[in-house]
């Protein structure tokens, strides 16, 4: 079965997409070239309240490749795969510091027009490596504009502020979550995301993204191989 399902679907690099000549996810020339964040730049405080995000890969090349098929392909295999990165990064750096796991939803609408919500498949898919259940503690509670839409820091914590409410309160008071999210830009959709948990009662929020910044550029204006 297995053999029929690869004439089928041939494996297909999770990051750049290239056929896969070896059964595995992702290939030899992305696995040999991840840009994983650096010791110090992997772990970092966002927000008036400081939580603690871990990022685990700058936003570049073939990461960006891959989240772009992850967001458009409709395709949650590689959510499977990006995961084991959020899984390693998160129990390298913040190991203790939760006992849930959660996701930064998107709106009813946007999760209507793209047909899944990723942030909440890498969430399940994270949690499923540590054998627990990602779950549902938040809704968007309006529309907002893209994020990505707007480059002044200010109006994108302006844009999210609010933005989210928890569903459950008896599911989120006095625990410590860990908040996953795809992307991390400014930070201010996590940290508007973990204002809600706490105002909801948390005890505590923790967040892991896949991926975030990018690498530092050389004096020669070059970008670090
Ligand atoms: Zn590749």
Excluded at 87 to 102: K, M, N, P
Excluded at 114 to 141: C, H, M, N, Y
Aim: charged content about 25%; overall charge positive.
């Amino acid at each position: 079965m297995a053999v029929i399902l690869d004439l089928l679907f041939p494996p297909k690099c999770a990051f750049c997409g290239r056929l896969l000549e070896r059964p595995g996810d992702v290939c030899g020339a992305c696995e040999g070239s991840l840009p994983f964040r650096e010791e110090e730049a992997a772990l970092t405080a966002i927000g008036e309240n400081r939580y603690a995000v871990v990022i685990a890969l700058y936003y570049d090349g073939m990461v960006r490749e891959g989240i772009r098929a992850l967001k458009f392909g409709k395709k949650s295999w590689r959510a499977k795969v990006f995961a084991r990165y959020v899984a390693q990064a998160a129990a390298e750096r913040l190991g203790g510091a939760f006992d849930a796991v959660t996701y930064v939803p998107v709106s009813l609408r946007r999760n209507f027009e793209r047909g899944f919500d990723q942030a909440r498949l890498l969430a399940e898919e994270t949690a499923k490596i540590w054998g627990v259940k990602a779950e549902p503690s938040l809704r968007k509670v309006r529309h907002t504009r893209a994020q990505s839409s707007l480059t002044d820091p200010s109006l994108r914590a302006e844009n999210v502020k609010a933005a989210y409410r928890v569903l459950r309160p008896d599911r989120v008071r006095g625990r410590r979550f860990l908040l996953i999210d795809d992307v991390c830009t400014t930070g201010s959709t996590l940290s508007a995301a973990a204002d809600a948990l706490m105002e909801g009662g948390a005890a505590g929020v923790v967040c892991a993204v896949l991926a975030g910044g990018r690498r530092k550029v050389e004096e020669s204006g070059n970008q670090i191989p």
